[in-house]
Every structure is written in structure tokens, then in C-alpha cells.
């Protein structure tokens, strides 16, 4: 089945040039030696910041530039038909930018930094799902009012390009053991199955037949990775769900290793302590551990689901961590990996060449051939319904990272793992649905 048709808006190279006044005012503090920022808006979509660095006015900006994402805007097909479809009376569709000298933030409810200039860039998306790419600016711009002839000047590129991905959709929530959908449009084909099962050293009989041997078998590295004793107080442990493709064959699985468990004195799974799944993909006749996720419950106003996801070398490497944020415990939210891009407020850079040690930067990975297979730009985001909502999970995984089932399967796997993860980080003052419940946890 064809993939469905995205778009890549990506809004980089910032740099902002201010001339020095010959007698600036003592009230004035000049933006290098003040932090700039900026708002990028695209209609529809949240509001974006971004961090604008200062060059000194006698700098150019340097040829070849490393391509700096500072935003990123991801259009499906129906954003991009809304648009296409605007009509004449509401004007051009165009990239917003506010640019701002000061810190982000508010101070006492009063934003703290001070409007600098606005820049609008007008957009023309029709037809950019089918060509290579489609540069809307590149270069510098003169913002801000003019003083003797010179001026502030803004550097930025505004591009378009086709993201292609596969949509797969759970057909119910993943402790429910339902079918997975791909999705083409209205067309909706069932490619995976999805088992929700117990994994315990007291119950083996729980588990779905496809994991008893393999896990079984690998029991020494599975416990590297996590704690299957028993624990005092409270826990939820020993979740499992298992991916297979339609001739019933397993191709990807999420285990809980580490139970999620309340810390002292409170109802809650703490950050210093927190769950764990690993994410599995066959090989060699086993189980081989792909990803490793972890998951807590906020403390504070966010009072959310934190998350880690890191990525497991092949080679026995450090894992690195590809995602890292938080999600509203009460509204969900979506999971994303996306390398090269400003979400979850970070920025990470889209031409490395080299392994990455940093757990802030993306790095070259690939399964069985790192470091040498390279995932770059968007790669998957999943959505999450918040605690005590109906979850059926939408995947999205760029078509560039699928070679085979088995690497569309694994992204499934994650995201049910991060889904049970919303339950598993529930205050344990709230009783879970039956399905996520074992026997013995039912009759107390």
C-alpha cells in the first residue's frame, strides 16, 4: 500500500545583524550583549520559539552553512488541501516571525522580551508533496526601522519538503490485544495483531506462546537491562505485547524490565525511579533489544507522563537518547522523534557524520549496521490520549526509516509501550482497568 503524503516545513539559519549606534542611549541594551529570540506562527499550527543568534555587523554569514533547523511544521494531506483551498478574500498564506530582544518567558504575566521587527514569508505549498524541494527565502532581509541608511537585517531559510510516511492505526486500546490498520486515505488495511500479555517469574503460563522461548532463552541480558524481583509496596509489573504480521508470525515486542513502582511515602513513579520498557525486534532466532523506554509520573503543576527513549547500538554502546520530554497526564499529547528539529525544545543537528555520545544530540544509527545506516529529519510521532480516555494509538513513521515488517513493527511496539505507560505512571490511589490488572491484583 502507497504511503500518505506529508510535507516538511523547516525554518533555519537564523541570524540577526543590528548596526552599533555611534551614541546608542544608556536606556538601550544592544542585542549583543542580550538574548534574542523569535515566534514563528504558521496558520492553524502552535506557535514556535527559537533562539536567534547575533553576528557582528561586519560578519557575513558563512557559504554552506549547516542547515540549523529552528522550526518545523509537519503538513498532512489535509493541510495541505485546507491551504491549497483558501479562499481569495482571506489573503496569501504566510510564515509569521516576531522577533524579540530579551529572554523568553513572562515575568509577573508580562512578556519579558521586547518586539524587535516582524517578518512575513508568503507560501505557495501546491504541489510541494511531489517536488524535491521548494525554497521559499534564503538569504537576509531588513527589518526594523531604518537609521541613516542602514538598518537591522534578519537571516533565515524557509523550505518545503515531501515527507512521505506510513499511518498505521490501532484498532483499540493496546492492553485489549487489538488489530493494527494501515491507512491510505479512506482505505484501511490490517497489517498487524497485537498480543497484551504478563511476563512474571511466578506466571509464566501468561505469556502470549511466541515470547515463552525466546524470552526464556534470554533471560541473561533481559535482566541487565531491568529488575524482574520481586519488589515491596506498590507496582505494576511484568506488561508485555507482542507485534505479529498477518500469517501470525512475531516481528516486534515491548516488555516491561524494570516495574514502575511507587516511590516512599508517596502514590506516585518518581523520576529518580523510574519504569522501564525495552523494545524488541527479532534476530537470530531470539529476541534482540532495539529500544529502551523509560517513564514517570511529574511532580508539580505539569503533574505529567515524562519520558526517555533511547536507542540501543547494536555494539554495546551507551544508548542514546532520540526523545525526551513530558506529556499531559490529562489531555495526552504526541511522541516524537524528529532529528534536526526544534520539538520538544530542543534542536539537534540534521548532517552529523559521526556517532553521538551527547543524550542531547541525534546521532547516525541504524539496526544491524550501525554506525554506517543513517536516520535523519522526522523519523516517527505517535499520539497518546490522556488517563481514563479511550486510546487508539496513530502511528506515523517516515517511509525513508521502513525497509521491511519488521521496522514498522518496532515503531508500533513503541508506541503501545508508551501508551501502557500512561497507566503504568497513574497515581496508584486509582485503580486500573481489569485488562492491566493479574489475577491476584483482581481479588485483593
Known amino acids: 500500500m502507497d504511503p500518505c503524503p506529508f510535507v516538511r516545513l523547516t525554518v533555519g539559519n537564523l541570524a540577526l545583524k543590528i548596526p552599533v549606534a555611534s551614541k546608542p542611549a544608556r536606556s538601550v541594551v544592544h542585542p549583543s550583549s542580550s538574548p534574542c529570540f523569535c515566534k514563528i506562527k504558521l496558520k492553524n499550527f502552535p506557535l514556535q520559539t527559537a533562539v536567534v543568534p547575533f553576528i557582528p555587523p561586519e560578519n557575513q554569514f558563512p557559504d554552506g552553512h549547516v542547515h540549523n533547523v529552528a522550526a518545523t511544521f509537519h503538513l498532512n494531506k489535509s493541510d495541505l488541501e485546507k491551504f491549497a483551498g483558501k479562499s481569495i478574500f482571506a489573503g496569501k498564506l504566510c510564515l509569521r516571525i516576531s522577533i524579540y530582544t530579551g529572554r523568553r518567558g513572562t515575568t509577573c504575566g508580562v512578556n519579558s522580551g521586547k518586539l524587535l521587527a516582524k517578518v512575513s514569508v508568503p507560501l505557495n505549498l501546491a504541489g510541494t508533496e511531489s517536488r524535491p524541494s521548494t525554497v521559499f527565502h534564503n538569504g537576509w532581509i531588513s527589518v526594523g526601522k531604518e537609521a541613516k541608511g542602514s538598518s537591522a537585517r534578519f537571516h533565515l531559510n524557509v523550505k518545503a519538503e515531501p515527507d512521505p510516511r506510513f499511518v498505521f492505526q490501532f484498532d483499540g486500546e493496546p492492553e485489549c490485544s487489538p488489530q493494527v490498520f494501515q491507512i491510505q486515505g479512506n482505505i484501511r488495511q490490517p497489517v498487524f495483531t497485537c498480543k497484551f500479555s504478563f511476563r512474571s517469574t511466578g506466571d509464566r503460563n501468561q505469556r502470549s506462546r511466541s515470547l515463552q522461548s525466546d524470552l526464556g532463552s534470554s533471560r541473561s541480558w533481559l535482566s541487565s537491562f531491568g529488575s524482574e524481583r520481586e519488589r515491596p509496596g506498590k507496582e ?34 518518581s523520576r529518580s525511579n523510574p519504569g522501564s520498557w525495552l523494545i524488541l525486534r527479532p534476530g537470530d532466532g531470539t529476541w534482540k533489544p532495539w529500544g529502551r523506554l523509560e517513564a514517570w509520573r511529574e511532580r508539580g503543576g505539569s503533574d505529567g507522563l515524562g519520558y526517555r527513549f533511547e536507542l540501543i547500538p547494536d555494539m554495546g554502546a551507551a544508548g542514546i537518547v532520540l526523545a525526551e520530554s513530558t506529556l499531559s497526564s490529562h489531555k495526552g499529547g504526541k511522541f516524537l522523534i524528529d532529528l534536526g528539529s526544534s520539538a520538544n525544545g530542543r534542536v539537534t543537528p540534521v548532517n552529523s557524520n559521526s556517532p553521538v555520545c551527547s543524550p542531547r544530540s541525534s546521532g547516525d544509527y541504524g539496526f544491524g549496521l550501525w554506525p554506517y545506516c543513517v536516520y535523519r529529519g522526522f523519523v516517527m510521532s505517535a499520539s497518546v490520549e490522556g488517563e481514563s480516555k479511550c486510546s487508539k494509538p496513530s502511528v506515523e513513521v517516515s517511509v525513508q526509516h521502513v525497509n521491511c515488517t519488521e521496522d514498522a513493527a518496532a515503531f508500533v511496539a513503541l508506541a503501545a509501550a508508551l501508551d501502557l505507560s500512561m497507566d503504568a505512571c497513574r497515581l496508584f490511589s486509582h485503580r486500573l482497568r481489569k485488562e492491566l490488572c493479574q489475577p491476584h491484583d483482581l481479588l485483593s
Open 236 to 269: 505494576r509489573k511484568g506488561w508485555s505485547i507482542t507485534v505479529h504480521d498477518l500469517s501470525g508470525s512475531p516481528v516486534a515486542a515491548a516488555s516491561m524490565v524494570t516495574p514502575f513502582v511507587a516511590s516512599p511515602g508517596s502514590d506516585r513513579v
